[in-house]
């Protein structure tokens, strides 16, 4: 049960009545409006943290019908607030969940970052990043969503679906989606990325990769590395792309993975010193260059 240090529900403000209402409500405001840089309203997220109500454990966006009904049959709590109110772009909704499996860790604070260089230090400082830019197709700055966790946790699995079939049983299975298509902007499949998460760090993937070619994937299997069986590209004219994940040797566990789609991100987290996968997840199409980070 909560401590009164845990999130226990999270709302979204798209108005100044709402604004209103949600602050005589009890709840927390974040001050960094979600909208910046479209010219649409002023949308701002908002928190309580209740004594004796479950912990909110994981946090999702959607941006397409389609992404709804795996939530909502997984018990995701919606928050009915379009965040691109007033914008062109998207339409996104945020949702919420108290779950009790082993992969589930409470959240117990939120941050917004408006630029990419506010993100490689948050990212060393223990936050994890949600994968949905909150301004999708609206322009204006790239917007992402932060957590931090009451307790150390690590990647433990990752897996990748190309249709919505699978949602609602992932979600069960303590998944977190990486809410970024892949394919973004190169047709084919929508195409996502998942996580696990746990304590357990003798339990966590030690490193990441991508292959984009034969080559890449004989050096892969060399050093031991483990491919997923989906193609990141599917259903586009370009190159066959995989993830691929291993678990070998202790020195280094992974906390937290990212899809960078903002280009000035890419300088940003390799100054940092994260470790920046220099292959292009949409090699080969006429889709947003997107490419995989993580610490």
Request: aromatic share 10%; charged share 20%.
């Amino acid at each position: 049960m909560a401590n009164g240090k845990q999130i226990t529900k999270l709302n979204i403000s798209t108005t100044k009545d709402e604004e209103e209402i949600l602050g005589a409500q009890g709840y927390q405001l974040i001050n960094v409006n979600l909208n910046q840089g479209t010219g649409g309203s002023q949308v701002l997220l908002w928190y309580k943290k209740e004594c004796g109500n479950k912990p909110v454990t994981r946090i999702q966006t959607s941006f397409s019908n389609d992404m709804k009904s795996g939530l909502a049959e997984a018990g995701y709590e919606l928050v009915n607030r379009d965040l691109n109110a007033g914008s062109c772009g998207d339409h996104i909704f945020l949702w919420y969940f108290c779950g009790s499996t082993e992969h589930d860790i409470p959240i117990v604070n939120l941050k917004v970052s408006k630029e990419a260089k506010e993100e490689p230090a948050l990212l060393q400082d223990g936050w994890e990043r949600l994968g949905c830019n909150l301004n999708r197709k609206a322009g204006g700055n790239f917007i992402y969503l932060w957590v931090k966790r009451e307790k150390p946790s690590y990647i433990c699995e990752i897996t990748a679906s190309v249709d919505f079939i699978s949602d609602k049983h992932l979600f069960e299975l303590g998944y977190t989606r990486v809410d970024e298509n892949t394919n973004d902007g190169a047709g084919g499949n929508y195409v996502f990325l998942w996580y696990r998460r746990t304590t357990d760090k003798s339990n966590a993937l030690t490193a990441l990769n991508i292959s984009t070619s034969l080559q890449d994937t004989t050096n892969l299997q060399a050093k031991g590395f483990k491919k997923l069986s989906v193609n990141l590209n599917n259903g586009t004219s370009g190159k066959d792309v995989y993830a691929w994940h291993i678990k070998e040797g202790c020195e280094m566990q992974i906390q937290t993975m990212v899809l960078l789609i903002n280009c000035n991100a890419w300088n940003a987290y390799q100054k940092a010193g994260i470790i920046f996968v220099d292959k292009n997840l949409n090699e080969g199409n006429n889709g947003y260059k997107m490419h995989l980070a993580y610490k």
